[in-house]
């Protein structure tokens, strides 16, 4: 499917879920209220007011995936699917003010406890309010998943936590039926808790993606898979993938092929790799380019880097090994874990190097593990 067609119907599938969501939640928090009110049940209200909060969260997500499909331009060349990161913080926000406001009430709802008179009306209304969340947070989660949407998902998980709390109220209504105890109160306030933490978890997971986070280990074989199986590509080396935006990929890697292969060649290869990247992935390449040796005999010096290398288990890897023989200069990479001095190793091995193999110079660079 050609991007252009891809991104609009993306778009109308995320349009679609939230009017859905906006409708549900609209009628939900109306019915909710008028049952909390007569009632007089605080943890009522409180349910009635997240449900209110969820529809703001759709209108936003509506607004959110508009801004996110605008085509590049000059000032932002990466396009604008980040924004979806930035609705997903907007929606954590309505969230969170939403729990705090219900944990000051429930706390007044503690201090000054009365008992609620609730109703068969009551009780169908919570148990009808439970079912439809969980409906909502079921298809929310599966749309959001089927075209990569974290605001839809962080709608949907937020849906399935209500009805669970929903059920709580219900659980409450139902003692305080029962046996008179009335549970109000606390009911509200465990549930303030459950929908601020909710908000939290999804500031975390939208901030980790702002800021840029390990790929997926799926996407990260199958970019890695796809790279490999072109013909003259030895090796795959230094992936790495980010994205601007769920529909926006970046690759970067370097490619090991034979140091006898012509510039011709070359472009040949990597056009291929690109286009492929583009079809399978949506995802725009940068390729680097290192020469494995093809002629002489270096396989002693080779065979003595990675015998150095095994006795650190921190070196993650070892790549890019390439003698010219005409200047007796080694170059090779070291991929370190996060966790140790690059640097002090780099020059460890080096002299280590240096000690084995004097005639040579060596021109060794340091990467992270990045994928």
Known sequence: MPEAKKTTSRYAQVVRTSIIGIVANVALAAIKAAAGFAAGSIAVVLDALNSLTDAFSSIATIIGEKIACRRPSRKHPFGYGRVEYVTSILIAAFIIAAGVISINESYHKIVRPSEPDYTTVTLIVLVVATLVKVVIGIVFIRRGKAVNSQPLKASGIDALYDAILTFGTLAA???????????????????????????????????????????????????????????????????????????????????????????????????????????????????????????????????????????????????????????????????????????????????????????????????????
């Not at 199958?222 to 790279?227: C, D, K, N, S, T």
């Not at 370097?254 to 510039?263: L, Q």
């Not at 690059?342 to 193999?357: G, S």
Request: net charge negative; charged share 30%; aromatic share 8%.
């Open 173 to 371: 209504a139902v003692v305080c039926l029962v046996w008179h105890v009335d549970l109000d109160g606390w009911v509200g306030l465990v549930i303030s808790l459950f929908v601020v933490k909710a908000g939290i978890d999804i500031v975390r997971e939208a901030v980790c993606s702002i800021i840029g986070e390990r790929p997926a280990k799926d996407t990260v074989k199958g970019v890695r898979a796809l790279i490999s199986e072109h013909e003259g590509v030895l090796g795959v080396y230094d992936l790495m993938i980010d994205s601007f935006g769920p529909e926006r990929l970046w690759v970067a890697c370097h490619i090991e092929v034979r140091d006898d292969m012509t510039a011709c060649e070359i472009n040949e290869l990597t056009r291929h790799i690109e286009e492929d990247l583009r079809t399978s992935f949506n995802a725009d390449a940068i390729l680097g380019i290192y020469a494995c040796n093809a002629r002489g005999d270096y396989a002693a010096i080779h065979a003595k880097l990675n015998e150095l290398v095994e006795h650190h288990p921190e070196i993650l890897q070892v790549h890019g090994f390439y003698v010219d023989e005409d200047e007796m200069h080694i170059d090779f990479d070291l991929v370190i874990d996060f966790d140790h001095d690059a640097d002090d190793l780099r020059r460890h091995i080096v002299d280590e190097m240096k000690e084995a193999y004097p005639a040579y110079t060596y021109n060794v660079i340091t990467d992270l593990d990045y994928s």
